[in-house]
């Protein structure tokens, strides 16, 4: 098979001009790659179809990756246009069954491929001119614009691959044979797994940010762990071998199943692993677009829950516990293969970035010093849940890249699979899923006396988040109430109706529950998923946990209780949502109350959002503004301030004035005052600010 994909970048170098056009390779490679899997869908009707009921349908990833470069680089302030505010709306937010995941069809209305189409040509425009043309010196930093640019290449080489996971779901007779996109087309019997010993060793995990390689937040920092010496599986588990726990019904013995995998079971009834397909008494085996013959020496595509499975099974059966490996002992089979990192090691020797095939390949073929398919050829479960290291920093472009995986719910998967490219066959890689999420993945089994067991820390740890929940459901300080409180008691104060209420810039979400007290439906609504997960954890896990800290590293604990806020019969009302307030989708509206705390002075084009907001209340409908009015460059550009300057004939402008002036027309102005919050950063230093709270109703 011809080598459809590049291998990625690195990030230093001599030549600035070279690097530019490195970089314009890659990412152009990486456009007309992604373009290529989506030719698999058999016609653009396809593109509507959902091959999974928990998944947007196909359209939203066609169009996703590219307004994803469009709305980063908005974010960070590169660029200042917009190529289509619609589709950087509806394309936005992908899924990954979390409570603010909207997979409401009724909420989208979808457009044309065709204009899908056209939009990836402005896009693909537009990131090629930025590439050759942004400031650049080498080596390729974090804080540069480029590496915003190499982290939407990045993002866009994902999924390629989940994209590829979703069209092999689709239902055969909705996709097509693609030339470049071929299986392997070898098999035979399967050969009969060993286990062989791996040596004890220190294991450090994370690397620093001088890395010659681009990577994802939680690839930085460091762990530390030694790890004494245990046994793997010589192959991955091939189809043959898990043959026999399907035949020994392994899907119906409860005992191989722990909570969540009989949940698993029953929700989606699954007997044989979702790639097999039961003909006549017989299992065959889907590829990307053909049903073939079982090819038993293949590796098995399981999830995780799947795999633990087999584990218990095959523990029972031979009297040894097997388990997956983790994180630290994978390393320790890395370690002992002698493999090396992009960009020494080639391609060729394992099956990965299409190099060989557009599929699995027997689990024999790619050696690394007697262990094979250390990389390459399918995914390998683990059984550590992805953990932040210490050290961890959320990268500004993409704060909710990791994040909301820290939950003990996403487990790693290890080593990389055919489909694979660019950050995702790199060394320090790290990506997580559900456990009962397919992808192109399997899994090799331990004989361990190692340890994982670390438990979560369910206080939020994320110092920005952390210092949110204190002061909006943490003490009150020098005599100040509760700032969403007494927002809230405004809100009820002027609203006419009270149906349904936006609280936009939600943060952590105490406002919307307080509005919910008078109002029928509560959404709320914030640019960062760090700060909606809270607000989401107190409605689905029932508390609020989180760190205080008291002076440098000594933090208290606090959690509060949903029956402690008195909130627990207010939970059916609000919901909570990620999102734009500058490009909002067009199903948040019908609004007889919205109010934006806070929200106005940190807006990349506040102007766009208040000629606009009055389109998503009802008629009498109220907005509430609050803010300190603390202009800062860093959020929005000089030219878009709305006030805190001289302006060009001399005159002083206050924020407060340009809102007279801009919604003016189209509101008119009930009530202002001041309203004083304090922010709580140690036991001995506060903020204490002034916001200034206006109340408009819509004419």
């Known amino acids: 098979m011809s080598n459809i994909s590049m291998y990625p970048v690195t990030l230093d170098g001599n030549d600035i001009q070279n690097k530019r056009q490195e970089i314009r390779d890659y990412f152009h490679n990486t456009f007309t790659l992604y373009e290529k899997v989506f030719e698999l869908l058999k016609n653009d009707d396809v593109f509507y179809k959902k091959s999974e009921l928990t998944r947007h349908p196909m359209i939203f990833y066609f169009g996703h990756t590219a307004t994803f470069f469009v709305n980063k680089l908005i974010n960070m302030k590169i660029i200042s246009e917009r190529v289509d505010a619609n589709f950087e709306s509806i394309f936005a937010v992908g899924v990954d069954e979390?409570?603010?995941?909207?997979?409401?069809?009724?909420?989208?209305?979808?457009?044309?491929?065709?204009?899908?189409?056209?939009?990836?040509?402005?896009?693909r425009e537009m990131v090629d001119e930025l590439i050759m043309t942004l400031p650049l010196t080498?080596?390729?930093?974090?804080?540069?614009?480029?590496?915003v640019i190499i982290m939407g290449i990045e993002h866009e080489r994902i999924h390629v691959e989940t994209s590829l996971v979703l069209h092999r779901q689709m239902p055969i007779e909705f996709v097509k044979e693609v030339s470049e996109l071929r299986p392997c087309s070898h098999s035979s019997d399967a050969p009969t797994n060993e286990m062989i010993s791996i040596k004890s060793q220190h294991i450090e995990l994370g690397k620093d940010k001088q890395h010659?390689?681009?990577?994802?937040?939680?690839?930085?920092?460091?762990?530390?762990?030694?790890?004494?010496?245990?046994?793997?599986?010589k192959y991955l588990v091939s189809n043959s071998e898990f043959m026999e726990f399907v035949e020994n019904g392994g899907y119906t013995t409860k005992e191989f199943w722990d909570d969540e995998g009989k949940e698993f079971l029953e929700n989606s009834g699954a007997s044989y692993p979702a790639f097999w397909v039961l003909q006549d008494s017989t299992y065959k085996y889907r590829t990307l677009s053909k049903i073939i013959e079982m090819p038993l020496d293949w590796p098995v595509d399981v999830n995780a829950l799947e795999a633990e499975a087999f584990c218990r099974y095959?523990?029972?059966?031979?009297?040894?516990?097997?388990?997956?490996?983790?994180?630290?002992?994978y390393r320790a089979i890395y370690n002992q293969s002698r493999l090396e990192d992009?960009?020494?090691?080639?391609?060729?020797?394992?099956?990965?970035?299409?190099?060989?095939?557009?599929?699995?390949?027997?689990?024999?073929?790619?050696?690394?010093?007697?262990?094979?398919?250390?990389?390459?050829?399918?995914?390998?479960?683990?059984?550590?849940?992805?953990r932040?290291?210490?050290?961890?920093?959320?990268?500004?472009?993409?704060?909710?890249?990791?994040?909301?995986?820290?939950?003990?719910?996403?487990?790693?998967?290890?080593?990389?699979?055919?489909?694979?490219s660019g950050n995702?066959?790199?060394?320090?890689?790290?990506?997580?899923?559900?456990?009962?999420?397919?992808?192109?993945?399997?899994?090799?089994?331990?004989?361990?006396?190692n340890s994982n067991d670390e438990e979560i820390d369910i206080y939020e740890s994320d110092e920005l988040v952390s210092q949110y929940c204190e002061f909006q459901y943490g003490d009150t300080h020098f005599g100040v109430n509760n700032f969403a409180i007494e927002c809230a008691k405004i809100a009820s104060k002027f609203a006419i109706k009270k149906g349904k209420a936006l609280d936009l810039g939600c943060a952590t979400g105490r406002a919307t529950y307080e509005l919910a007290k008078e109002f029928d439906e509560v959404e709320g609504i914030d640019f960062s998923v760090r700060f909606v997960q809270v607000g989401a954890k107190l409605k689905d896990e029932g508390f609020v946990a989180f760190h205080s800290r008291e002076e440098g590293e000594l933090v208290i604990n606090k959690k509060v209780t949903?029956?402690?806020?008195?909130?627990?019969?207010?939970?059916?009302?609000?919901?909570f949502w990620q999102g734009d307030a500058c490009n909002l989708k067009p199903n948040f509206n019908s609004y007889d109350l919205i109010i934006a705390t806070n929200l106005i002075d940190r807006l990349y084009n506040p102007r766009l959002f208040l000629d606009t907001i009055d389109e998503r209340l009802n008629d009498n409908g109220v907005l509430i503004l609050t803010s300190p009015y603390t202009w800062q460059e860093s959020s929005t550009a000089k030219e878009l301030w709305l006030g805190g300057f001289v302006d060009a004939d001399g005159k002083e402008v206050k924020t407060i004035d340009s809102l007279k002036v801009v919604l003016g027309e189209k509101f008119e102005l009930l009530h202002v005052q001041d309203l004083d919050f304090v922010i709580k950063e140690t036991a001995r230093k506060y903020q204490h600010t002034i916001s200034q709270v206006s109340v408009w109703k819509k004419r």
């Open 98 to 123: 979390m409570s603010w995941d909207d997979v409401d069809s009724k909420n989208y209305a979808w457009p044309a491929v065709n204009e899908v189409r056209e939009y990836r040509v402005k896009v």
């Open 138 to 147: 080498l080596p390729i930093s974090q804080d540069s614009d480029m590496w």
């Open 212 to 233: 010659h390689l681009y990577g994802w937040d939680n690839e930085y920092g460091t762990y530390e762990e030694d790890v004494k010496e245990f046994k793997t599986s």
């Open 314 to 329: 095959k523990s029972q059966k031979d009297g040894v516990t097997y388990s997956l490996p983790s994180e630290a002992e």
């Open 342 to 386: 992009l960009p020494n090691f080639h391609e060729s020797r394992a099956n990965l970035n299409f190099y060989h095939f557009a599929s699995a390949c027997p689990v024999n073929e790619f050696s690394f010093n007697g262990i094979f398919d250390v990389v390459g050829n399918v995914w390998q479960w683990s059984r550590t849940p992805i």
């Open 388 to 420: 932040a290291f210490e050290g961890f920093e959320v990268h500004p472009a993409y704060d909710d890249f990791s994040v909301p995986t820290f939950d003990d719910k996403h487990a790693l998967i290890l080593g990389s699979s055919w489909a694979s």
């Open 424 to 449: 995702l066959i790199m060394k320090h890689s790290r990506y997580a899923f559900r456990k009962h999420f397919p992808q192109n993945a399997g899994f090799r089994y331990v004989i361990s006396e």
């Open 562 to 575: 949903i029956e402690e806020l008195g909130y627990e019969n207010l939970k059916d009302k609000v919901s």
